[in-house]
């Protein structure tokens, strides 16, 4: 359904499938598009505590931001990614606390990646290694770094690209929420300029599908729920080895 985000057309689409090799899906969504408030996570923990810890996300999250933001007196920019920062970080606190008095729990956590578009600017935040993706015409942009071993090896310059796409330390995450001590996510906010499209999605499906493939399909593809349907099939179709969600939010002027 369209709605109209900051002077711009706002559609998006999900898809959560369990992949080919887990037992249940531990991904979850949120999506309000009268907001301007899109998020996807990826739950972690065995059990059921994986579950609860996304859907904590997806149903809590959300809720602990817009009250933050409903409280700005002056939503600069400044003011709008330190109430995203808190918001995370309380969330975080929260579900650890959670996990702490539930033995059911222990080990819970979960990656996080927001969007929130106001006027004509986006916030984007994220703890773990689920990515936030900006395309404009065929150029795809990866907005996020992943909080992983793997990672921080890549930044260091100890492994290269190609070995950090099958490194074991690429699913040790060196931040999520349920983390111990405080969960300090990366905020960045971009100046959105003509239409654009954005992809969230977690490792499900950019540890089956390299970034120039995601780019084709995404330019391929330019009805959303066809384009969410096909990167979910491919990374199924490449080993689906865990499960995978992606989200398409295309912001066009209207007209």
Not at 28 to 37: E, M, S, Y
Not at 128 to 141: E, F, P, V
Not at 218 to 225: K, N, Q, Y
């Amino acid at each position: 359904m369209k709605r109209l985000v900051g002077g711009y057309e706002c559609v998006v689409c999900a898809l959560s499938d369990v992949g080919l090799r887990r037992a249940e899906n531990q991904d979850a969504w949120f999506a309000d598009q009268d907001q301007g408030l899109f998020l996807v996570a990826d739950g972690m923990g065995g059990q059921n505590a994986g579950v609860v810890a996304s859907k904590a996300a997806a149903d809590i999250l959300p809720k602990l931001l817009l009250e933050r933001l409903a409280a700005l007196e002056r939503p600069l920019e400044k003011a709008v990614e330190d109430a995203i920062r808190e918001a995370v970080a309380d969330f975080s606190a929260g579900l650890g606390e959670r996990a702490g008095r539930d033995p059911r729990l222990q080990g819970t956590g979960t990656t996080v990646v927001l969007a929130l578009v106001r006027g004509r600017c986006a916030y984007v935040a994220n703890l773990g290694d689920s990515r936030a993706y900006l395309m404009k015409g065929n150029g795809l942009r990866r907005l996020t770094e992943d909080h992983s071993v793997a990672a921080l090896m890549l930044r260091l310059g100890k492994i290269t690209v190609e070995e950090a796409r099958t490194h074991p330390g690429r699913n040790t995450l060196t931040r999520h929420a349920g983390m111990e001590g405080k969960a300090q996510a990366d905020v960045r906010m971009l100046h959105l300029k003509g239409a654009c499209r954005m992809l969230l999605c977690t490792d499900g499906l950019t540890g089956m599908l390299a970034d120039e493939r995601i780019r084709e399909v995404l330019s391929a593809e330019r009805d959303g729920e066809a384009a969410c349907r096909r990167l979910v099939d491919e990374a199924n179709e490449a080993g689906g080895a865990d499960n995978v969600t992606a989200m398409v939010v295309d912001l066009r002027h209207p007209g």
